[in-house]
């Protein structure tokens, strides 16, 4: 498996993700997006578990060995915003999985594209902990 083809689906993920978020629920087509979202959501799931669990498994390891990973949609999130001058996506800051560590800090993991990366925010720091181009083993 690919992480060109990781990343390209990540955004056809992000693209659907995104414009669902951006539809009223009373848009009649609402309810055909939102079912085609959740059967790519599943497709993706299973074509990248076994490529990403590993990762997962590793950063929860290190961050926060109590709480388990996740399915890899679980870390992608609602809303991105594209910026199409640097080809870069930027989430809110609100979006992805919650995590604390043992002093009570709040941390939110998520995927990001161009290149394929898992980005820990906080209320104070922000942090690649993997990327696409480095080994499996190098868990920042």
Do not use: C
């Not at 059967?39 to 060995?65: A, C, G, M, W």
């Not at 594209?82 to 870069?88: A, G, Q, V």
Request: glycine share 4%; no cysteine.
């Amino acid at each position: 498996m690919s992480y060109k083809r990781l990343n390209s689906d990540l955004i056809d993920l992000i693209d659907l993700r995104n414009e669902l978020y951006e539809m009223a629920f009373n848009d009649p087509k609402y309810d055909d997006l939102e079912d085609e979202l959740h059967d790519f959501e599943d497709t993706f799931n299973r074509r990248y578990q076994e490529l990403i669990e590993p990762i997962l498994i590793r950063i929860h390891k290190k961050l926060t060995p109590e709480i388990p990973h996740l399915i890899p949609t679980a870390y992608v999130g609602n809303h991105y915003e594209y910026l199409s001058e640097t080809d870069t996506y930027e989430t809110d800051g609100t979006s992805g999985v919650v995590l604390e560590n043992g002093q009570g800090h709040n941390f939110r993991l998520t995927f990001i594209p161009n290149p394929t990366r898992l980005l820990l925010t906080s209320s104070r720091d922000m942090q690649v902990v993997w990327n696409e181009n480095q080994p499996d083993e190098a868990i920042k």
